[in-house]
């Protein structure tokens, strides 16, 4: 897509000086009004400034069509995808509590190596997405 396009349609968030988003409460919401208000899923390209660049894709408000594996409620997930893998996170525990998650467990889930310092910064990401998406839910103690 041309500059001019990209001029008319700016994007709101945060980014670094390359206009990759970037974690930041401006960038979470964007990303969340994208979420709760596209047609289509959201695909942009992240950094977590420390020289990993990914793009990623969102979809929230899935429509399922069967069973998914592990008793997933695709009304109950934000699925997440980037180069690595993808995963659809799950969003209420059974108390009606944002589900914190927890930087390895996004690491493992996404096909990263655990120990990957990206997983913290992704983790940072989905639960400030998530944070947004379910402001009126009060976050669970535990991680997952």
């Not at 990209?6 to 964007?30: K, L, M, V, W």
């Not at 699925?79 to 998650?101: A, N, Q």
């Amino acid at each position: 897509m041309s500059d001019e396009y990209y001029r008319e349609h700016e994007p709101r968030g945060d980014f670094d000086e390359s206009g990759n988003y970037i974690n930041g409460e401006e960038t979470y919401q964007a990303i969340a009004d994208k979420l709760q208000n596209g047609q289509f899923p959201p695909v942009f390209s992240w950094t977590d400034q420390e020289g990993t660049r990914l793009d990623i894709m969102m979809v929230y408000g899935a429509e399922q069509v069967n069973r998914l594996g592990e008793g997933m409620d695709a009304g109950n997930a934000l699925f997440v995808s980037t180069r690595y893998g993808w995963f659809g996170f799950r969003l209420l525990d059974d108390d009606d509590k944002r589900i914190i998650k927890h930087p390895t467990y996004v690491a493992e889930k996404l096909g990263l190596v655990r120990s990957n310092p990206i997983g913290k910064s992704l983790a940072k990401l989905i639960n400030g997405v998530i944070r947004e998406l379910l402001p009126e839910y009060p976050p669970n103690q535990g991680s997952k």
